[in-house]
């Protein structure tokens, strides 16, 4: 059973910073690609960052790239969202998942999935 814990949401002003935070166990942590999605009422969760399994490879959402920084403790089992520069555009509920194989962009190919953190940035 895995079980994946996100903190570190909350309300911010637009400019600010948040560092999101996943703490992962039940699984072997180092060789699973890690993720994060987002969902803003009324949308459709989308495709935020990944870390590929063992760390060699990053992924960004064009809207967020330049800004967000996703990176990988395997010592601590937890994975990481620098987020610089917020926008109000990046309001939503932020997920956290973990997944074997190949990293992809849809939620549906994600495989643990966390309960979600509130990130709210005001103008």
């Known amino acids: 059973q895995v079980h994946l814990v996100e903190s570190g949401g909350g309300l911010v002003s637009a400019g600010d910073s948040l560092r999101l935070s996943c703490a992962a166990s039940g699984r072997t942590f180092s060789s699973f690609n890690l993720g994060w999605f987002r969902q803003a009422p009324g949308n459709e969760r989308e495709f935020v960052a990944a870390?590929?399994?063992?760390?060699?490879?990053?992924y960004y959402a064009d809207s967020v790239k330049g800004r967000f920084t996703i990176s990988r403790d395997n010592a601590k089992n937890t994975v990481y969202l620098q987020m610089n520069s917020l926008k109000p555009e990046d309001t939503a509920v932020y997920y956290c998942?973990?997944?074997?194989?190949?990293?992809?962009?849809?939620?549906?190919?994600?495989?643990?999935w966390g309960q979600g953190t509130q990130v709210t940035v005001s103008s």
């Open positions: 998942t973990m997944s074997p194989g190949t990293v992809t962009t849809v939620a549906r190919g994600w495989t643990y």
């Open positions: 870390i590929s399994g063992w760390g060699d490879g990053t």
